[in-house]
């Protein structure tokens, strides 16, 4: 097997590694990768082809596997059915694919928001169905010091029925993925992350609410600072080849699903790994 190499992406997040075959990792390779996961928020391994168990496997390196749809380890995101016909728009699990198209980060709705998530890429259209990521620890990094110091403090509450009701969908029914009926949970909306001690700031379109202020002005401040923050040089976005696997630090880092031409199959696998509830778990 060659050497392990992380090559950063040129951005302020971002590597892509090779050399490694994820699906035979020992544990010194993994400390490796766990370092520059770490670093980058984001790693890029492309073509690793691995099977449903591989993936499951990587993700529990990092953690605990979050359950999205039953006790399922992967989970497919696509518009596509097993017997190859493809979903309608107003198909249910088309809307929360449409919602995938906004700033987010993954569970931040639940009361334990996710650690780690991870897509690999099965079937990928000609044009179009990229993910982007942007790195919310250079933007809270580049906040003046009067934004720094008004937010400093703040919170919000997180919610996919609201972030759903935004874009005029609906948000999913009982059993499906992402369905939650509780309380919506409280956040701040400066991170500190729990490996690396650094300040991010931990927004997306399920932010919303904050205590304080009136909803018109915390929407304002929300809205502009996701604009202020997802933009180059804190951004990158990865062109699919079947077979490429992306991890990425749902903890200091957002991502948005690009949109395709849905008459085109687009089959990604997700893992989500659960946050540690000593960092990750919601103030209510
Ligand atoms: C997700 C997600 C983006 C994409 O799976 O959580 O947001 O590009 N996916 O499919
Ligand atoms: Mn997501």
Request: hydrophobic letters at 40%; aromatic letters at 8%.
């Amino acid at each position: 097997m060659s050497e392990l190499e992380v090559e950063a992406i040129d951005a302020t997040l971002g590597a892509v590694v090779t050399g490694v075959d994820l699906a035979a990792l020992d544990d010194a390779t993994w400390a490796r990768v766990e370092s520059a996961f770490h670093d980058h928020g984001i790693l890029v391994f492309p073509g690793q082809h691995l099977t449903t168990e591989a993936q499951g496997a990587f993700g529990r390196r990092f953690g605990s596997i979050e359950h999205l749809v039953e006790d399922a380890i992967v989970v497919p995101i696509s518009n596509q059915r097993r017997d190859g016909s493809l979903l309608d728009e107003g198909d249910l699990r088309m809307k929360v694919m449409r919602g995938n198209e906004g700033w987010h980060t993954d569970s931040s709705y639940m009361p334990l928001a996710a650690k780690a998530s991870m897509l690999t890429a099965r079937v990928v259209p000609s044009t179009g169905g990229q993910t982007e990521w942007a790195d919310m620890r250079a933007a809270y990094d580049a906040l003046d010091a009067e934004t720094k110091a008004r937010i400093s403090g703040l919170t919000a509450y997180h919610s996919l029925k609201y972030s759903q009701a935004r874009i005029g969908d609906e948000a999913p029914r009982k059993g499906a993925y992402g369905f939650f009926d509780g309380e919506p949970p409280l956040r701040p909306l400066v991170k500190v992350h729990p490996a690396t001690g650094r300040r991010s700031l931990f927004i997306g379109r399920h932010a919303y609410g904050i205590p304080g202020l009136e909803p018109d002005e915390s929407a304002k401040l929300l809205d502009d600072l996701l604009t202020f923050a997802c933009q180059p040089p804190r951004t990158y976005q990865h062109s699919w080849a079947p077979g490429d696997l992306v991890v990425w630090d749902n903890r200091c880092v957002l991502h948005r699903a690009r949109p395709w031409d849905h008459a085109e199959a687009r089959v990604m696998h997700h893992t989500r790994v659960a946050g540690d509830p000593a960092t990750e778990l919601a103030l209510v």
